[in-house]
């Protein structure tokens, strides 16, 4: 038996080939994979930022859905036919953070679709803990934005946002409008921040206040917006050093500020507004099994409008062109390829 598989091939350049499928091992579960979305560490992959890391044998993708095929020895809990998706982090067990209870931050942490092979293949085994179990009536395209989405619910629990409070987003695109809609679940007040304009009208569209840097002094308008405080909580998704600026310049006094974005070079940080107002900076890497399960509760429930956060979807055989049109198009949300035809 086979299946079709996408290459990272190195220079901008996939394959996409017949396979030979085996069998799930022990402890693992073999998925059909039905769709799966190009993250923002995919599109680095593809401009060869990662070559070191991945090399040129392997299969990316991670933010998947799909139907559990078959099932390895000793896996219990799950059966054929289940819609699911894969929270891709493997960890050793046998760490400090592991022995802390911090497993999706394990100093051994294989992430699967970078260190392992990923999702856009249309048969994928992968160890049983990583599976959730989705809602029957779930669209299996939209099931593919839980990945993302968990990254966001774990941005604004780390965040502690409470009802009521002041939120500044900086930085539009996908994950920042993601950490957005969470954080206006929770009952904050939110505030987008983007110098792209198609991305500030995508916001305003979905009922965001926003404010262009372009245009406005952000961090004045917040002051303004906010009678003098700032924002109880900024979350930076820039990944821009003028970003970097904004988070400590907008923050209230005793704020908390969420370094969300992966920043190519470090950055500098005033850090005399840290000792001046007591402000706190917090990391957020990944997510947890209950931000995947309060992900797809707050899919369920609608809270993303799913068929608008999704820009297009390409087939497997259009992997490449996929990945070229969305490294030309600043203003997609979400490119999703179509791994396997006829699952929905």
Not at 13 to 40: K, L, N, Y
Not at 153 to 169: A, I, M, S, T, Y
Request: charged letters at 20%.
């Amino acid at each position: 038996m086979t299946h079709q598989a996408a290459f990272y091939r190195g220079d901008k350049h996939f394959t996409v080939e017949a396979v030979d499928t085996p069998a799930p091992g022990p402890g693992q579960v073999q998925i059909d994979v039905a769709f799966c979305g190009i993250c923002g560490t995919d599109l680095h992959i593809y401009l060869g930022h990662m070559d070191a890391r991945v090399g040129f044998e392997r299969t990316i993708g991670h933010e998947m859905s799909g139907v559990i095929a078959a099932v390895g020895e000793g896996v219990e809990g799950f059966s054929e036919g289940q819609n699911i998706v894969v929270r891709p982090l493997d960890h050793c067990g046998d760490c400090p953070a592991c022995n802390a209870g911090y497993q999706h931050i394990c100093h051994n942490l294989k992430f699967i679709g970078i260190d392992s092979d990923g999702a856009f293949q249309q048969k994928w085994n992968v160890p049983a803990h990583t599976v959730h179990v989705l809602p029957a009536d779930l669209y299996l395209a939209h099931a593919a934005l839980i990945e993302p989405l968990a990254v966001a619910v774990h941005d604004v629990d780390r965040g502690k946002v409470q009802p009521g409070e002041d939120v500044l987003v900086i930085g539009g695109g996908p994950i920042g409008m993601l950490v957005a809609m969470a954080a206006r679940e929770a009952g904050a007040n939110v505030t987008v921040a983007e110098i792209n304009d198609n991305r500030l009208a995508f916001a305003q569209k979905i009922g965001f206040t926003t404010l262009d840097p372009k245009t406005t002094d952000v961090a004045k308008a917040m002051h303004e917006a906010t009678g003098g405080k700032g924002a109880d909580v900024v979350f930076e998704v820039s990944g821009s050093q003028p970003g970097v600026d904004l988070m400590t310049a907008a923050a209230a006094t005793r704020g908390r500020i969420v370094m969300v974005a992966i920043h190519a070079t470090k950055p500098q940080i005033d850090m005399f507004q840290f000792f001046w107002r007591e402000l706190d900076l917090i990391g957020a890497r990944v997510y947890r099994p209950e931000d995947y399960d309060k992900a797809m509760d707050l899919l369920a429930k609608g809270v993303v409008d799913c068929d608008a956060f999704i820009t297009d979807i390409k087939g497997l055989d259009d992997i490449e062109g996929a990945f070229k049109s969305l490294t030309e198009n600043p203003n997609a949300m979400k490119s999703m390829i179509r791994v396997t035809e006829g699952l929905q």
